[in-house]
């Protein structure tokens, strides 16, 4: 995980970046074993090492949590994308023909 946290991870893939009106953002999404949950972050395209928002879905309790490490203006069509991506891809599906 980013911001220099010294977690234990479990996998972590990149994922397509967000791309708003020229500018990139780099979507990282992976396991976190210590805290049993899955994180999706965004990270400035334009400054590699910084990191501008993790989601966090907790497997033990079942909640969402956000956190922002910002010290620059993103636009708000990013963190819309960013949000909903992260609602798709860590909250769990059933299948409802079980």
């Keep these: 995980m980013g911001n220099g946290s010294s977690l234990t991870l479990g996998k972590e893939a990149r994922m397509p970046p967000i791309i708003h009106k020229g500018r990139h953002y780099r979507v990282v999404r992976g396991s976190d074993v210590e805290r049993d949950g899955m994180f999706l972050e965004l990270w400035s395209a334009e400054r590699p090492d910084h990191q501008l928002f993790e989601a966090f ?36 599906t059933t299948d409802e023909k079980a």
Excluded: C, N
């Design 57 to 92: 879905y907790s497997d033990a309790t079942g909640e969402m949590h956000f956190a922002s490490f910002l010290d620059e203006d993103v636009p708000f069509e990013v963190i819309e994308e960013f949000t909903k991506q992260a609602r798709h891809l860590l909250t769990p």
